[in-house]
C-alpha cells in the first residue's frame, strides 16, 4: 500500500517492523505501547484526522500532552517523557524516510523534567539482619539472592549466569563473569572467597531442583522454566526472608544493588571503577544508584589529604649566605628552617605530628633569639 492511502496505525506499524533488524525486541515493544497509545488518543480526539500531513503541534499534539497530565492515576515523570521521546522519534524517523511530517510536533521544552531518584540502599541493620536470614535459609533462591547482593548483577542478569560463571583471571584472582545483559555489555566482577563459597554452593544445590526445571535450564545457574518465573520465584523469596528479618522497609531485588554500589563506594572504590563494576555507560547513571552522605564526603576528603604528596619547595637561602659564614648567614638560614618547618606542619593532619613540628619550631626560635642576642652583644 502507498504512503498516501495507508492509515496512520499501518504507517507506524510498518515503520516499527523495520526496527528490528537494529532493535532489541523490549525496545520495539516499548516503541508499540507508545505509538498504540498515542494513536488511540487521535483516534478519540480527532476521528477525522487520517494522514499524517494533517497532523499539527496545535491542536494535535498539544492536547496529547494535556491529556498525559491528566491520567488517572497520575503518570510519573520519567513515564510521561519517555513517552513523548518514544513519539518523536518515530515522527522524525517517518519524515527522514519521506513521509510529509510537519518539523517540531515536538520539542525539547515539551519534555518533562526528570524525576529526582532517590538512591535506596537497605538501611545497615536491615542489610545484615537479611543477610543472616538468607544464610539461615540456605536454598538454592536464598544463595543466589545473597550473590547478587555480593556482586551488585541486575536480577535479570543473576537468572541468566551460566554454570560457567566463575573466571579465575590470575594467581588468586576471581571475577563473575557476566554476560550481555541489559545494555548489551559484558563484564568481570571481582570476588573474593565467599562469594566463590556461595556459587559452589549453588552448583552443589542446583541439582535437587525439579527434573522439568533442569531440562529446560541446561547451562544456566539458576534452573527456571522462564526468565519471568524465575524472577517472581526470587521477587517472593526476597520478600519472605526480609519479612522474617524484621527488615523495616519492602525489599526488592534492585535494593540489593543500590546496597552494593553504597557499600563500595565507602570501601573506597571510584566512580570510574563502580561504574564498571555496575556495567553502566554513563557515570551519571551511577551517581543516581550512590548514597553520598556528609560522613562519606569528610572521610574521602580527609583520605585524600592523607593520600595527596606534599611538595614542598626547597630551602631558598640568599646568594651571598650561601658561601659566606658568621652570624647574619646562619640567622638567615634558620629563618629559612622555621618557614618550611611550618610549610610542612600546615599539610599534616595527625594532630600529634602537628604538636611535635611545634615544639620543634620553638627550639628553633629559642636558638634563632640566642643568635641575635649574640650578634646584638658583639656590636
Not at 164 to 189: F, N
Not at 301 to 319: G, I, K, M, W
Not at 362 to 378: E, K, N, P, S, Y
Request: glycine letters at 6%.
Amino acid at each position: 500500500m502507498s504512503p498516501s492511502k495507508a492509515s496512520l496505525d499501518q504507517i507506524f506499524e510498518s515503520h516499527i517492523r523495520s526496527l528490528a533488524v537494529t532493535h532489541q525486541p523490549g525496545t520495539l515493544k516499548a516503541y508499540r505501547g507508545a505509538a498504540r497509545r498515542f494513536l488511540r488518543y487521535l483516534h478519540h480526539a480527532f476521528p477525522q484526522l487520517r494522514r499524517l500531513a494533517q497532523l499539527r503541534r496545535d491542536p494535535h499534539l498539544l492536547g496529547w500532552f494535556r491529556s498525559l497530565c491528566e491520567q488517572d492515576p497520575p503518570l510519573c515523570n520519567h513515564t510521561r517523557r519517555q513517552q513523548l521521546i518514544l513519539i518523536r522519534r518515530l515522527l522524525e524517523d517517518l519524515a527522514a524516510h519521506g513521509h510529509p511530517v510537519q518539523p517540531g510536533l515536538i520539542r525539547s521544552e515539551d519534555l518533562p523534567p526528570r524525576d529526582r531518584w532517590l538512591p535506596k540502599p537497605l538501611p545497615l541493620e536491615d542489610d545484615q539482619r537479611l543477610q543472616q536470614e538468607l544464610r539461615r535459609t540456605d536454598n538454592l533462591l536464598s544463595n543466589l539472592l545473597l550473590l547478587t547482593r555480593f556482586t551488585g548483577i541486575r536480577i535479570g542478569e543473576c537468572i541468566r549466569l551460566p554454570l560457567d560463571c566463575l573466571r579465575q583471571i590470575g594467581p588468586d584472582q576471581w571475577a563473575l563473569h557476566v554476560p550481555l545483559g541489559k545494555l548489551h555489555t559484558e563484564r568481570l566482577v571481582p570476588v573474593d572467597a565467599e562469594v566463590r563459597g556461595i556459587i559452589q554452593r549453588i552448583l552443589a544445590l542446583r541439582p535437587l531442583a525439579r527434573p522439568e526445571l533442569l531440562a529446560r535450564s541446561e547451562g544456566f545457574l539458576l534452573p527456571h522454566g522462564g526468565p519471568w518465573g524465575a524472577y517472581h520465584r526470587l521477587f517472593e523469596t526476597l520478600a519472605d526472608a526480609a519479612t522474617r528479618a524484621g527488615c523495616s522497609a519492602p525489599v526488592t531485588p534492585h535494593r540489593l544493588r543500590h546496597t552494593y554500589a553504597s557499600e563500595m563506594l565507602r570501601l573506597g572504590v571510584g566512580l570510574p571503577a563502580l561504574m564498571q563494576l555496575l556495567g553502566h555507560n554513563d557515570i551519571a547513571m551511577t551517581m543516581r544508584y550512590l548514597e553520598v552522605t556528609q560522613q562519606d564526603l569528610q572521610r574521602e576528603f580527609h583520605r585524600a589529604r592523607q593520600n595527596a604528596p606534599h611538595c614542598l619547595p626547597p630551602l631558598s637561602l640568599p646568594e651571598h649566605a650561601r658561601d659566606a659564614a658568621g652570624l647574619p648567614a646562619i640567622q638567615q638560614v634558620l629563618a629559612a628552617a622555621r618557614h618550611l618547618l611550618e610549610m610542612h606542619r600546615r599539610c599534616l593532619t595527625d594532630e600529634k605530628a602537628r604538636r611535635r613540628f611545634q615544639l620543634l619550631d620553638r627550639r628553633l626560635r629559642a636558638v634563632a633569639d640566642q643568635f641575635a642576642h649574640i650578634a646584638t652583644a658583639g656590636k
